[in-house]
């Protein structure tokens, strides 16, 4: 068998001065600098345990994971799986994330997918490693399998004591197996790590400094790069007075090509430094709606197909039968990541082959992009992950990556990027506008016959966004919109006899769209519960009651939901809004519920507000929370999930909005783009559903669908008035009170 291949994250980042990567290959070293593709050589297709899993001759694990720890805690949560299945101590384990030479490609990490679908796989590899280890002790102990028991990396005969270690058994040496999807797992009852909330085990270094992120990273011989953006989205470069900065010490080389202008320096400040004085002339260009008209620029964009999401019952005809009709329209605003870290990046060319380190979400996309754009095998491209600032979806982290390369390759030296927060707030792709149309119709019985709806909203799905370097340079690019699944949860799952649901897919959008924390299901859970908010309220009956009502008795777990969440939140039963209302501060709460994209995780909230109705102030003061994930891995971590999707969220509700002139973005510092400060954070309470006979489902989405609606209704209760618009801000709250 051949020598494993086996990397310590002390290997990967080695502190003290300079930082830099270096990889070990028993039995001998290699630095990931060499860029020599075969030294690092290893499996890295799913159906291999090796390209998963290592055990070294000391018996420590290593874990090789596509998926990667976006500040989510799943980096944890993954050594978890890991150590449970194979029965090793948690301490034992390693892991590498997203290195393309190194890690399967288990797709970007998004979607809430790292624990559903990542969790799982490496669980299989794991429990088929198990498995062939007990063979492989059941035949050196002259023993069958049945008697043998597993702890903490040592196989033990159950009556006489005698044993092996895994270490004695493979370590150094490679698996050399398929991984069996049929291989038996740990039954949950024995499970001593999975479900136990581990303490992160990133944390500790975060907390005292010694942490890498990517943006402390360095390699030698580095070199620093800035970027000149154009003044205008589509302006083209017509000169540049290189001149301007002869003045500025340590210019290495001004980079042109295209539309794309670049600065590589000896030294961060001189980088800076020269893309602020750098002399360039562009052209004019307007491509940007007006800002006022956002809207009605959406509904006039040309609809390329329908995508019929529900179909059920014959809505033509009920609609036009006897009984009351709602309508109403919400809209949600274009959304920038907001990452509170810039992007950076780090590119080297050498012998041939690109090295690219950046904290992508999705290394092995990125790979075949730098390919593509650049022209070369994907063999001769690597990309390596190095935590970075949260990104919660596709933000700057990967033009950075673009960014570098293209400076690296026009000096032949490595170079570092840093973006600035003008950057980031101005040239990360976005979270493109949503309009909905929504109509109900109503028996003179009181039951809701029709539901009917209609979502505007741009072409595409997830896969990847062109990065600017390649566009501006005219590289090639795949040239699609990837806005993300927008179309999830715009069916609804109640059980209603007549709906259809149907989303508009538009040609275009006004930015360089991408997926942000929960694509298109907040938007679409936003406006369905508010509407189903409205439709209760014009019943006058309770909303959660009217929620029950209309789930589906069958669905326990749903039920499950709404019944504890209105014991979380000791719900007050009653219609919306409260008799005093006319007060000037006024408190409300409002419900929303979802079970994501009909299929998976099921969560509740209720929000607590206080609005004031001179200033039109909105304060979220408490959120509950209700979730059922099925088997939770690291309740630690979910938890950690819930409230940071409540946090940021209460912040898109009631903040966060790109605003732009014809040209380009204006909103480009947190002034201009204020997020939820600490002093305004809600409190939040959780109730955790853990089933762990169940399949794990993701929690770093979901919880942010309900929360939107739970703030509208909330409002309306406590005022009277609707809140259709996201964000809420003050003049538009002063607007809705005005109008009741």
């Known amino acids: 068998m051949n020598a494993p291949f086996h990397t310590s994250r002390r290997d990967l980042l080695k502190a003290g001065g300079a930082l830099v990567v270096a ?106 490693a198990r498995n062939a280890l007990l063979e492989q002790a059941a035949q050196r102990l002259n023993l069958d399998k049945s008697e043998l028991s597993v702890n903490e990396g040592k196989i033990n005969a159950k009556s006489n004591g005698a044993g092996v270690t895994y270490a004695e058994l493979i370590g150094g040496k490679t698996f050399e197996l398929k991984v069996n999807k049929d291989a038996p797992m740990k039954a949950p009852a024995d499970y001593k790590i999975v479900g136990k909330p581990i303490a992160r085990i990133d944390v500790p270094d975060k907390l005292t400094g010694r942490f890498t992120y990517m943006h402390d990273f360095r390699v ?117 990541h907001g990452s509170i870290g810039p992007s950076c990046a780090i590119s080297e060319f050498k012998d041939g082959k690109l090295t690219s380190w950046s904290a992508s979400q999705a290394t092995h996309n990125l790979r075949k992009q730098l390919a593509k754009m650049f022209g070369m095998s994907l063999d001769d491209v690597r ?33 570092r990027v840093q973006w600035s927060r003008a950057d980031e707030h101005g040239w990360d792709p976005k979270g493109p506008p949503t309009l909905i149309d929504l109509r109900a119709k109503l028996d003179d019985k009181g039951n809701i016959v029709v539901w009917d709806s209609e979502f505007f909203i741009p072409q595409g799905a997830a896969g990847t966004v062109d990065l600017v370097a390649a566009t501006l340079s005219d590289k090639p690019v795949d040239g699609m919109l990837s806005p993300g699944g927008i179309i999830g949860d715009s069916a609804i799952g109640y059980k209603i006899p007549n709906i259809r649901t149907v989303c508009h897919r538009l040609e275009t959008t006004p930015f360089r769209p991408s997926w942000i924390r929960t694509p298109g299901r907040m938007q679409n859970t936003f406006a369905n519960e508010c509407f189903l908010d409205e439709i209760a309220a014009a019943l006058k009956v309770d909303p959660l009651e009217l929620r029950v009502r209309y789930t589906d008795p069958a669905d326990e777990r749903g039920l499950d939901i709404l019944d504890r969440l209105a014991k979380l939140s000791t719900w007050d039963k009653r219609p919306s809004p409260r ?156 607007a809705a009170l005005r109008s009741v």
């Open 383 to 415: 990309c390596i992950y190095v935590d970075g600032a949260g990104c919660y979806g596709r933000n700057g982290h990967e033009d950075a990556a673009a960014d570098a390369a293209m400076l690296a390759k026009a000096v032949g030296k490595p170079v």
């Open 220 to 336: 030698p011989g580095m070199l620093h790069g800035s970027v000149v953006r154009p003044p205008a989205i589509g302006a083209t470069l017509e000169s540049v007075d290189e001149a301007s900065i002869k003045d500025i010490p340590g210019i290495v080389k001004v980079v042109r090509e295209g539309n794309f202008l670049g600065i590589v320096t000896d030294n961060e400040w001189s980088a800076v430094r020269a893309a602020r004085e750098l002399k360039a002339t562009w052209s004019k260009s307007q491509t940007l709606p007006d800002e006022k008209k956002l809207w009605e620029h959406v509904r006039g964009t040309k609809i390329v197909k329908d995508d019929v999401t529900s179909n059920i019952g014959d809505v033509t005809t009920a609609m036009a039968g006897e009984g009351r009709t709602l309508k109403a329209t919400y809209d949600f605003t274009i959304h920038t």
């Open 23 to 128: 990889f070990s290959i028993s039995p001998r070293i290699e630095s990931a600098l060499a860029q020599d593709a075969a030294a690092v050589a290893k499996p890295v297709t799913l159906d291999q345990v090796e390209s998963f899993l290592a055990i070294d001759a000391k018996g420590a694990v290593t874990l090789y994971a596509g998926k990667v720890d976006l500040g989510t805690g799943v980096r944890t949560a993954l050594s978890q799986i890991v150590a449970e299945e194979l029965d090793v101590p948690l301490a034992s384990v390693t892991v590498v994330e997203g290195d393309t030479a190194l890690t399967p490609d288990q797709g970007a990490t998004y979607g809430s997918q790292s624990i559903q679908t990542g969790g799982v796989q490496i669980r299989q590899a794991a429990a088929t």
């Open 579 to 734: 008799k005093d209302a006319s007060s000037n501060i006024v408190i409300g709460r409002g419900v929303s519920y979802v079970k994501y994209e009909l299929t998976r995780t099921y969560v509740g909230a209720v929000a607590e507000v206080v609005v004031n109705r001179t200033s039109g102030d909105v304060r979220v003061t408490n959120v509950y929370v209700v979730h059922d994930c099925g088997q939770v891995i690291n309740p630690n971590g979910v938890k950690a999930q819930i409230e940071g999707n409540v946090i940021q969220t209460v912040s898109r509700t009631l903040k966060e909005e790109v605003t732009f002139d014809r040209s380009n973005v204006t909103s480009l510092d947190w002034a201009s783009y204020p997020i939820l400060r600490f002093p305004e954070l809600p409190e939040i309470e959780i109730e955790l559903i853990d089933r762990p006979t169940e399949k794990p489902w993701g929690a770093g989405e979901p919880t942010a669908a309900v929360i939107p609606a739970a703030v509208s209704n909330a409002i309306f209760d406590a005022t009277g008035a609707r809140l259709r618009s996201v964000p809420f801000k003050r003049e538009k709250v002063k």
